[in-house]
C-alpha cells in the first residue's frame, strides 16, 4: 500500500462535492429551483471525468493500492477509526460504474423530470444517492463503509417515496428501509466481531489476520462472513430480504435505474468481493452464499414471468441478476472477478432497459400496465431499439454483454465440481433460461403485437436529453461486455483486490458443449414465450383461470403474504400488548401501591389535586425514620 | 484547592438572569423573553470559552473552587468539572436558548395565534421563560457540583422549577402528570438523601467532597446499601424500566419546550450519576449489580421501542423512545469499557440535542394542529416542507443514522458491551431496527400520505422558529464526522472513572500476533 500523491491526494471530493451539492439543493429551497437539476446533473459528469483521470493515475504505477488518510475519525482507547479511502482496481472500477452510468442516468432524469415541481429536491437525492455510494465503495474501514452503507438506504428511502403523498410509495420507502436495517444488524455485528477478535475495524488490519500468517479461526472467519452476508442480503435485495426491492419501483423511474444499475443493490456484492480473504477463509459461509444467490435467482425469475408491470419485470429481473452475482462471488477465491464483471455489465444493459422503460411510461401517461401496451415498437423506434440491445445482452445473445459475463458464471458454478456444482450449475442454467422467457414477454407486450393502449394516450419519441444517455447504455450493452473482459481485462486488474482469476484447469462440462447447452435453453425460453404471448392476442385483463405458478409469481411468490402474517401483524398485536400491560401492569401496580400507601385511590386522586405537601411530608418522615435506624444500627 | 471563579459565574449568570425577570412588573412580557435569551446566550458563550481552556490531558477535575458551607458537617460549596461533567454542561447551555426560541411565542395568545398551545390561562410568558432559566441555574449547578451534598440539593431543587413548568404550563392532563412526577422524583432523592448521609457516617471522613470519598466507602453490604439509595434515585430519574412509567406522562403532558428540557437534560442527570457517582463511590456494588443493571437496559432498549411503535400520542411516542435510549446509555456504562463508558456520556449529548430536536418541533407542529394524535395529521410534508425535512433530520439522527453523532455514541457503546457481554450486546443491536420503525412510522404518518384537509392551512416554520432547531441538527452532523473534539473531552474522564471500579478493556483476543493492525 502506499500514500496517495498527486491528483490522488483529491480523491476525498468524489464524496464531498456531490454531498455538498445535495446539501445545497435541498437546503436553499426554491431559491434554486431554476438551476438546481443543471447543478446536480453535472456533478457526477465532472466526478467522471476525474475519475477517469484518477484510474489511469493509479493504472500507471506498479502498486495499485493507494491510502488516502484524511482525519481520525473515532480515536476511543484501542477503538480507532479512521476516515481514510483506499483507491485500489476493485474500488475504482466501481468508482467509475457509478460515476460513469450515474451520470448518464443523471442526464436523462433532467429530461425525465422536466415537469415535475419537486425536480430540484429530487436531484438533492440523487447526488446524495452518489455521495454515498462513493463513500461506500472508497472507504478503507468496515465502519466507514457502513456509513456509505446507510446513506444509500436513507437516499433510497427517500427517492422511493418520493411522491410521499400516495401511502404505497411511503410504505414502500419505509419497506426498503426497514429491510436495510434487519441487513445493517448483521453489518453492525460483523464490525463488534472484528473489533471484539482483532481489534481493528480497517481492512488491511482485518485481511491481516487472513490468509498467510494469519491467525484468524475459521469459526471467526464463519461468524463475520454469515453477518457480513446478512448484511449484504438486506443492501441487495436477496433473500430472504429481497421483497422490499420490487416496491421500490414507487420512486420516479431514474431512481429504478440508478438503485438497480449503478449504486445501492450492487453494494451487497460489492461488500462479499471486498471481504473476500475472510470469505476465502470459510467454505461454509461460501457455501451459504451460493444457496442465498441461487435460491433468489430462481425466485427473480420466477416472479418476473407473472408481472404485468413493466418496472417490476425488470426490478425481479435485478433480483435474479444479483442472485447470480452473489453466486459468483460465493463460488470463492478465482470467481470473485467474475461476479464483479457481472455486476458492470449488469449496470449498462439493466440501465439501458430501465431508462427505456421510462421513456415507455413517460409516452403512456405514466401508465406501466404492459396489457396495455403493444406496437409500440412503430412510434418509439429509438426507445425499442435501446430496450432490444438491453434485452439482447440480459439473455445472453451470442456476443452481446450477459453472453461474456453471465455464461462465466454458469460455467464457473458447474466447475465447482461435485453434486452441489451440478446443482448449482443447473440452476443458474434453468435461470437463464427462464431470463429468455420472462424477457422475451416483456419485450413482446409491450413494443410488439397489436396496439392495446387507453384511448386517450398519445405516445411519441422522448426528446434527445433522455435519448442520447439511452443510446450510450445500448451500445455499452451490445459491446460492453466484450470489452469488459477482452484480453482478460477487468479480471486481471481486480486481482490486487480479490486474488487472481481461476479458470478451471479441467472443466466439468467442456466450454463449446456448455455454451452450445446454454444457447439451446435460451432459445427454449425465447421460443416458449413466443408461442405463449407472441402468437396468441394478449388480454387487456388480467386472466383470472391461471395455473398455481402464475398465481404464485403475481403475488411474489407470498413472501409479502409471509411477512405480514409473521412478522407484521404478530409485531402490531405485541407491540398493542406491551401498551396495555405497561399501561394497567407496570403503572397500575405503582399507582395501586401509591394509593394503598394513602389509603384508597380516592385519597390519591385528592392528592394528585394539589395535596402535594401532606404527601412529600409523610414521605419526608418515611425517611426520616430510615435514616434514624440507619443511625442507630451504626452507633450501637 | 486553587480557587476559580469560573465556574461559579458561570451557574450564577442564569440565577441572576432568573432573579431579573422574575422582578420585572406584569405585563412585559416582549422585555422578560428578551432579557432571557440574552441571559441563556451569556451562558452558552462562557460555557464554549470554558470548554475551549479545558486541558484535556490536564488534572481529572478542572475550574475546582470549594467554600464551607456548613463546617460542623463538612458540607461545602465545591464546583468542579470532569470531561463527563463538561459536556453535559455544554449541551444543556446549547438546549435553553434553543428552547427558549422556540417557545417564544408559544404562551402568549396575542403575539401569536396559531402557535399558542391551549395551556395558559393566568399563567404569563414571564414566569415561564424564568422558571426556564432558574431551571438552567439548576442543571448547571447538578453538573458542576464536586461536593456530594451540594450535588443532593441541586438535585432535588430541580424538581421545583420543572414541577411548575409541567403544572402551570402543561396540557390537559398536566397536573396528573407533574403529580407523578415529583413523586416518582422525591422518592428517589429521599432514598437518595439516606445514601448521602449513610456515606457520611460510614466513611467516617466527615467530608462529602467526592474527591476524597473515592476509595474509602467501606465495601461490603453498607455499600450494596448506600449503591442502591444513589442508584434507585438514578434509575428513576434516567429513567431505567421498570422505574419508568412517570416519564411518558410527564414528556407528553409538559410544554415542549419543558419536555425538551425534561428528557433532553434533566433525565441526563440519572445517568450522569450513574457514571460519576455509583461508579466511583461504589466500585465493588457496581460490579456486583452489574449484571441486572445490563439486563434492565437491554429489556429497556426492546420493550420501550415495542411501546414506543404503538403510541398515537407523539409526545408519549417520543417519551418512550428515550426510555429506549436510556438503555442503551445504561449498557455503554455497565458494560465498563472505555468505548461503552465513552459512548454513553457521547450518547448523553446526542440524545439532549436530538430529542431535544424532535420535542420542540412536535411542539411546533402540535401547536399548529392542536393535537398530540397522529392521526389527525397526514401529507404534512407538502404544506410544510421546512418542518417536515428538520423533522425527518432530527428523527433520523434518533434512529442513529450513519454518519450522525448519535450513530457514533451509539456503535461505541454497542461495541463496547460487545466485547464484555456478546449475547446482550447483540440483542441490544437488534433495537435499531424497532427505532427505524418507530421513527419512520411516526414520519410517515404524520408527514406523508394523503394531505389532511385540516393540514392544509398549516404555516411553515418562520426563520425564529428555523434558528431554533437548525444549530441542534448541525451540531449533530458536524459531530457526526467530527466527534474527536468530544472524544477527547469525554475519553480521559472514562477512563480514570473505570480505574476508580478497577476495569480494564478486554483485550482482542488475536490481536496480539499481527504488529501494527490497529490501524
Request: hydrophobic share 55%.
Amino acid at each position: 500500500m502506499i500514500t496517495a500523491h498527486g491528483i490522488q491526494s483529491y480523491a476525498w471530493l468524489l464524496v464531498a462535492i456531490p454531498a455538498a451539492s445535495a446539501l445545497i439543493l435541498l437546503t436553499l429551497g426554491r431559491a434554486a429551483d431554476k438551476w438546481g437539476h443543471l447543478l446536480g446533473a453535472l456533478v457526477p459528469v465532472g466526478l467522471f471525468v476525474y475519475a477517469v483521470f484518477l484510474f489511469f493515475s493509479v493504472k500507471g504505477q506498479s502498486n495499485r493500492k493507494v491510502d488516502l488518510h484524511m482525519f481520525s475519525w473515532i480515536p476511543v482507547a484501542r477503538f480507532r477509526v479512521d476516515a481514510g479511502l483506499l483507491l485500489d482496481p476493485l474500488a475504482l472500477v466501481f468508482v467509475l460504474l457509478i460515476t460513469g452510468v450515474g451520470s448518464l442516468i443523471h442526464i436523462y432524469a433532467v429530461g425525465y423530470m422536466a415537469h415535475d415541481p419537486g425536480r430540484r429536491r429530487f436531484f438533492g437525492y440523487f447526488n446524495l444517492f452518489v455521495a454515498a455510494m462513493l463513500l461506500l465503495v472508497l472507504a478503507d474501514n468496515y465502519l466507514a463503509v457502513y456509513v456509505g452503507w446507510e446513506g444509500v438506504g436513507l437516499a433510497s428511502y427517500l427517492l422511493i417515496g418520493y411522491y410521499y403523498t400516495r401511502p404505497s410509495a411511503a410504505t414502500a420507502g419505509n419497506k426498503a428501509f426497514f429491510a436495510n436495517r434487519v441487513g445493517d444488524v448483521g453489518l453492525s455485528i460483523a464490525i463488534m466481531l472484528m473489533f471484539a477478535y482483532f481489534g481493528t475495524t480497517s481492512f488491511a488490519g482485518v485481511f491481516g489476520h487472513f490468509g498467510h500468517g494469519g491467525n484468524a479461526t475459521t469459526g471467526v472467519a464463519t461468524a463475520i462472513a454469515l453477518m457480513l452476508l446478512l448484511g449484504a442480503c438486506g443492501k441487495s435485495g436477496q433473500f430472504p430480504l429481497q421483497t422490499w426491492l420490487p416496491d421500490a419501483m414507487e420512486g420516479p423511474t431514474p431512481v429504478s435505474a440508478l438503485i438497480h444499475a449503478a449504486t445501492m443493490v450492487t453494494a451487497g456484492v460489492y461488500l462479499i468481493a471486498r471481504s473476500a480473504p475472510v470469505f476465502d477463509a470459510t467454505s461454509a459461509a461460501r457455501t451459504v452464499v451460493t444457496i442465498v444467490g441461487a435460491i433468489t435467482l430462481l425466485y427473480g425469475c420466477i416472479n418476473g414471468a407473472g408481472q404485468d408491470d413493466l418496472k417490476r419485470v425488470l426490478a425481479n429481473s435485478t433480483v435474479s441478476q444479483i442472485g447470480y452475482m452473489f453466486l459468483a462471488v460465493g463460488l470463492g477465491p478465482g470467481v470473485y472477478a467474475i461476479g464483479i464483471v457481472h455486476l458492470l455489465g449488469h449496470g449498462f444493459f439493466k440501465a439501458a432497459l430501465f431508462l427505456s422503460a421510462g421513456s415507455v411510461m413517460h409516452a403512456m401517461n405514466d401508465r406501466i400496465d404492459m396489457r396495455r401496451f403493444g406496437g409500440l415498437w412503430r412510434v418509439m423506434p429509438i426507445t425499442f431499439f435501446v430496450f432490444v440491445c438491453g434485452y439482447l445482452a440480459i439473455i445472453g445473445f451470442p456476443f452481446a454483454t450477459g453472453f461474456w459475463t453471465k455464461d462465466k458464471i454458469i460455467e464457473a458454478a458447474f466447475d465447482k465440481g461435485g453434486t452441489s456444482g451440478y446443482l448449482l450449475g443447473i440452476i443458474a442454467l434453468v435461470g437463464a433460461g427462464l431470463t429468455a422467457f420472462y424477457m422475451t414477454r416483456a419485450l413482446v407486450m409491450t413494443f410488439l403485437g397489436k396496439r392495446r393502449w387507453e384511448p386517450d394516450v398519445h405516445p411519441h419519441e422522448c426528446g434527445p436529453v433522455m435519448w442520447l444517455p439511452m443510446a450510450v447504455l445500448a451500445v455499452l450493452s451490445l459491446v460492453g461486455g466484450w470489452l469488459l473482459i477482452f484480453g482478460g481485462g477487468v479480471q486481471e486488474w481486480l486481482t490486487p483486490s480479490v486474488g487472481p482469476s481461476v479458470e478451471a484447469g479441467v472443466h466439468t462440462v467442456s466450454k463449446p458443449v456448455l455454451t452450445a447447452i446454454t444457447l439451446v435453453v435460451v432459445a427454449l425460453g425465447i421460443a416458449g414465450a413466443w408461442v405463449a404471448f407472441g402468437t396468441r392476442t394478449i388480454p387487456e385483463e388480467q386472466p383470472q383461470n391461471v395455473t398455481v405458478v402464475t398465481r404464485a409469481s403475481r403475488r411474489n411468490l407470498y413472501a409479502d403474504a409471509f411477512n405480514e402474517a409473521v412478522l407484521m401483524r404478530p409485531g402490531q398485536w405485541f407491540s398493542r400488548a406491551l401498551v396495555f400491560f405497561d399501561n394497567r401492569g407496570v403503572d397500575g401496580v405503582v399507582n395501586g401501591l401509591s394509593a394503598s400507601f394513602g389509603g384508597g385511590s380516592s385519597r390519591f386522586r385528592r392528592l394528585q389535586s394539589g395535596f402535594v405537601r401532606s404527601y412529600a411530608l409523610s414521605m419526608l418522615g418515611g425517611t426520616v425514620a430510615v435514616i434514624a435506624v440507619l443511625l442507630a444500627v451504626r452507633f450501637q | 484547592m486553587t480557587h476559580s471563579y469560573a465556574l461559579l459565574a458561570l451557574v450564577l449568570i442564569p440565577l441572576v438572569g432568573s432573579l431579573i425577570v422574575f422582578a420585572l412588573p406584569r405585563g412585559q412580557a416582549a422585555a422578560a423573553k428578551q432579557v432571557s435569551l440574552v441571559f441563556s446566550l451569556a451562558a452558552l458563550v462562557y460555557a464554549i470559552v470554558l470548554a475551549a481552556r479545558f486541558k484535556t490531558g490536564g488534572p481529572r477535575f478542572q475550574y475546582g473552587t470549594s467554600w464551607t458551607w456548613i463546617r460542623d458537617f463538612g458540607v461545602h460549596i465545591a464546583l468542579g468539572v470532569d470531561g463527563i461533567a463538561l459536556v453535559l454542561l455544554l449541551m444543556s447551555a446549547v438546549l435553553v436558548p434553543a428552547v427558549m426560541l422556540a417557545s417564544w411565542n408559544a404562551l402568549d395568545s396575542r403575539a401569536g395565534a396559531e402557535e399558542a398551545v391551549e395551556a395558559p390561562r393566568r399563567r404569563s410568558a414571564k414566569t415561564f421563560f424564568a422558571l426556564l432559566l432558574l431551571l438552567e441555574f439548576f442543571m448547571l449547578g447538578v453538573f458542576t457540583a464536586t461536593d456530594v451534598f451540594l450535588f443532593y440539593v441541586f438535585f432535588e431543587a430541580m424538581l421545583v422549577p420543572m414541577y411548575f413548568i409541567i403544572g402551570s404550563f402543561g396540557g390537559p392532563r398536566r397536573q396528573y402528570a407533574a403529580m407523578k412526577f415529583f413523586l416518582y422524583s422525591l422518592v428517589g432523592g429521599l432514598l437518595m438523601l439516606a445514601s448521602v448521609i449513610g456515606l457520611y457516617v460510614t466513611t467516617g471522613s466527615r467530608t462529602f467532597a467526592i474527591t476524597q470519598l473515592i476509595g474509602h466507602v467501606p465495601g461490603g453490604a453498607t455499600q450494596k446499601w448506600l449503591f442502591l439509595g444513589f442508584f434507585i434515585a438514578f434509575a428513576i430519574k434516567a429513567p431505567l424500566v421498570p422505574f419508568h412509567t412517570w416519564l411518558p406522562d410527564a414528556g407528553a403532558e409538559a410544554p415542549a419546550g419543558g419536555a425538551a428540557l425534561l428528557v433532553g437534560v434533566l433525565d441526563k442527570v440519572g445517568t450522569f450519576g450513574f457514571i460519576r457517582y455509583c461508579l466511583p463511590l461504589f466500585p465493588q456494588a457496581s460490579r456486583y449489580f452489574a449484571p441486572l443493571v445490563l439486563i434492565l437496559s437491554v429489556i429497556g432498549i426492546l420493550y420501550a421501542a415495542f411501546l414506543a411503535i404503538g403510541q398515537r400520542d407523539m409526545k408519549r411516542l417520543v417519551a418512550y423512545t428515550s426510555v429506549a435510549h436510556f438503555g442503551f446509555i445504561g449498557l455503554g456504562i455497565f458494560a465498563f469499557t472505555t468505548q461503552g463508558g465513552t459512548g454513553a456520556v457521547l450518547y448523553m449529548v446526542n440524545h439532549g440535542l436530538s430529542t431535544g430536536a424532535l420535542f420542540l418541533l412536535l411542539g411546533l407542529l402540535i401547536a399548529r394542529g392542536k393535537s398530540r394524535n397522529v392521526n389527525d395529521y397526514g401529507g404534512t410534508a407538502k404544506v410544510t416542507p421546512v418542518l417536515a425535512g428538520l423533522f425527518l433530520m432530527a428523527g433520523l439522527s434518533s434512529l442513529a443514522l450513519p454518519g450522525m453523532s448519535t450513530f457514533v455514541s451509539e456503535f461505541l457503546v454497542l461495541v463496547g458491551a460487545f466485547t464484555r457481554h456478546k449475547a446482550l450486546a447483540i440483542i441490544a443491536t437488534t433495537g435499531i431496527i424497532l427505532a427505524a420503525i418507530y421513527v419512520l412510522y411516526l414520519y410517515q404518518r404524520a408527514f406523508q400520505g394523503t394531505v389532511r384537509e385540516r393540514v392544509t392551512k398549516f404555516r411553515d416554520l418562520n426563520p425564529r422558529e428555523v434558528l431554533a432547531v437548525a444549530p441542534l441538527i448541525a451540531l449533530i452532523l458536524f459531530f457526526g464526522i467530527y466527534p474527536k473534539p468530544l472524544l477527547n473531552i469525554i475519553n480521559p474522564a472514562v477512563k480514570a472513572t473505570l480505574s476508580d471500579v478497577h476495569q480494564q478493556d478486554p483485550i482482542p483476543p488475536l490481536n496480539a500476533t499481527v504488529a501494527g493492525g490497529s490501524k
